[in-house]
């Protein structure tokens, strides 16, 4: 006999996460394709060299990679956003462009596991790409709206920045050498607090002065509308123009849009990687701030210069999907709680009446009733068992006149109570009126 | 510059492909979901020997399989049976019995590629485990009715046989010691024909007779019922009993649910493997018989005696997703026909109304209708390609008139005409009445 067991940072998903998963995913992939955006996948296997680069570096170690039987060094992908710029690089000419694509799907690192973290986890990123423009800026932060408003996410604010209005503070300031680690330091504000941030940039930069300004760069200050914030940091920007007009445009189309009132001109949003260079922004729960951010992105102005000379500036984000189902179940959703194996089972009261109960399930079906059908005669108290392990909030039960005058008894599971005497398009009414 | 080249064996897919993939899964789920079929998933890298057994064996060489960074030995998975057997037998004690469930997911083998075969391919599987009926028979098979109706595929038949009843044929005629080898020579007869299997079956038995028999037994008869097929099956094989009554249940059940006609008693179908033991089914699409099987399986005893003493029997089925695919490709169906990228385009005449366009895009989404923008004010031709490139077939356009009155020009971009003086309500009636 075999153990059977699963890897270390690896898990199986039972039903009633998978069932709570794939409503997400189905709940994203709507939003997304109500604003024409378009599905694409790639292999989850590419050559090593074609995802890590000539280099390798860091994610090195973490990757999954061999030899496989060919001779060939193949690595699972550790993003989506890697294989993204490889495709737009090999189907370049057969694409309309813009681009605006989404992927939702697993990646493999193998880091070592702790709590929250996995080797096996899912991404979902949405990007538009070959455009660089404010009205792309805002239909990405617009769909992020609408795709936390379709899982009925009411109480989310999205921190947005300019990274580009960042650098030319750093660089007015005499900074820009050093604005790679400045930006890892700032980056983990929300993490370290801002003493041990100020301390962090006093030793990298040697300067009080320098830590100081940049401090009072990314605070944010209380009371300020954006656009006074925007100013003030236009100036202390020496006036910067270009990314103060951007973000201008952003913040008048979103208000515009009726949805200003999610987002926050915050200064500290970073990004960390130097990938970025236009607006970025970061999505925290309200009522789940510590968990971090459950949607962050921004504006790059080059994705796949490492396999093509073609230029395509893009903007983009990604979904922590597992860290948004983990807050999903925190705060007890309703998309949590409505997550059954199917609306309604039928129980087994007599083998010989199988057929019966197949043809009312099929009717049930054609109406939308997700219907199961208990397969054999065993007691009716492992069947009511059975509803219970399935989160099934009804069943059907038929005695002899039932069947005679072609009617059933429906019980409400949770309640305990019975309808009798109904029609199909009775029970039909039952169950979908209370959903 | 590194080449942004794939592995062999692996693909890409492109938004066209990849929105009918997604459409024809999320059916499949829904009709699924319908039967109170839960899905799960497990994961994508498991322990080898989990995997292969302790020996290994003829897969081996097809497996991707490697050394990770702790020195394990693990393998990608080459099917969705053996990680579900795996998975029932880490979990048996918070299943609900039977169990439903469904999977649709990824495997991978290194066979060398050829056509229509790929080193990376989906699996999509569902099964009933923890019961051996007729009603759970019944209830696979019905679903496999249900999905392809759902897409769209009206002239399929599924051939179904016993294998009980053709094991108990050989042992009644003593050829029971070569089943193994006489199923997978059977098993070829659509691709080799009977000539062929005749020949082979003299070979393996050594006996004119017996090769006679065999083939005898297999052979449909022109003009002979189910029933009368089924009482000389059972003749043949000694007046074989249990099998049979299976077996004519399953049909009375077909026939009380009016689909029976869909089905066909076939002795041919063995399914060569040695794993099934109860009923065994292939379907054909009629005009796409040379394909193949796009939907097969059967029933097991015992799911997962690998990994647990538990006794499993089951029942189930597997759809060849990528084989489908290329049948409603071939078939010209209206799920191919039907893939666009979104239902309308607002076309960009003057980036100072992107406000305008915006909500317009948002008032259409409200009402279930999927509206892309065009994000900048490009050449109205290429605005024209863009639409032709993502196969959109409205385009939405304002005069200075409409902005003023609320209104707009709906185009069909098929037929090249305009609408002028629609309020977004009857835009959304014009493009969902012609869906």
Redesign the interface.
């Known amino acids: ?8 940072g ?6 009633s996460q ?2 709570i ?2 409503q997400v995913i ?1 709940t994203l ?1 709507k939003v997304f ?15 090593t ?2 995802l890590l ?2 280099g390798g570096g860091e994610t090195d ?1 973490q990757i ?1 990679h ?5 001779g ?1 060094d ?1 690595a ?1 992908r550790f993003d989506l956003t890697v294989p993204f710029a ?2 737009m ?3 370049l000419h ?5 681009f ?2 989404f992927h939702i799907a ?1 990646v ?1 690192r ?1 880091e070592n596991p702790q709590k929250g973290r996995f080797r ?1 986890f899912y991404q979902c990123d949405f990007d ?1 790409v070959g ?1 660089d ?1 404010a ?2 800026d ?2 990405i932060l ?1 769909m992020m709206y ?1 795709a936390l408003t379709a899982l009925k996410l009411e109480r989310f604010t999205i921190h947005i920045a300019h990274r580009g209005l960042l650098n030319a503070f750093l660089e007015h300031i005499n900074c820009f050498d050093n604005s790679v680690e400045i930006l890892r330091i700032v980056d983990k504000i929300r993490k370290i607090g801002s003493k041990a941030v100020s301390v962090q940039l006093e030793q990298l930069t040697h300067s009080k002065e320098a830590a100081a300004a940049i401090l009072n760069f990314i605070t944010i200050v209380d009371g300020e509308t954006a656009e006074e914030t925007l100013k003030r940091l236009s100036l202390l920007a020496g006036g910067e123009k270009e990314y103060t007009e951007r973000m201008q445009s952003i913040l ?2 979103l208000t ?2 009726g949805i200003r009132d999610r987002f926050t001109l915050d200064p500290s949003i970073t990004r960390g990687l130097d990938y970025y260079t236009g607006v970025v922004y970061e999505t925290f729960l309200n009522d789940l701030v510590d968990i971090g951010s459950v949607c962050s992105g921004g504006r790059y102005n080059d994705l ?1 210069s ?4 073609a230029e395509l500036p893009g903007v983009g984000s990604s979904i922590g999907l597992d860290r948004l189902l983990a807050a999903l179940e925190e705060l007890n959703s309703p998309l949590v709680q409505d997550a059954t ?2 609306d309604v ?1 039928i129980l087994n009261q007599d ?1 010989a009446l ?2 019966h109960y ?2 009312v ?2 009717a049930l ?1 054609k109406e ?6 208990y ?2 005669q065993r007691k009716i108290g492992a069947q009511f ?2 509803a219970e ?2 989160d ?1 909030p009804y069943a059907l039960l038929f005695t002899e006149e039932d069947i005679a005058l072609k009617q059933c008894t429906l019980r409400n599971l949770a309640t305990r109570t019975d309808v009798s005497g109904l029609t199909i398009a009775q029970v039909v009414e039952q169950i979908q009126g209370n959903n």
């Open positions: 006999m075999i153990q059977p067991k699963v890897l270390k690896f898990r199986d998903s039972l039903p998978e069932i998963k794939k189905a992939e394709s109500s604003h024409g955006f378009v599905p694409i996948d790639t292999p989850v296997l590419e050559y060299e074609v680069g000539k170690k999954f061999f030899e496989d039987n060919g060939r193949v699972l490889r495709f690089a090999t189907h057969k694409l309309p462009l813009p605006k694509r697993k493999w193998g096996e538009i455009i423009s009205s792309a805002v239909e617009l609408n008048e189309m515009s849009l796949a490492l396999y093509t000379k194996a199917s089972v083998e199988l057929p197949f043809k399930a099929e079906r939308n009733v997700r219907c199961d059908v397969l054999s068992k059975y392990q399935n099934i």
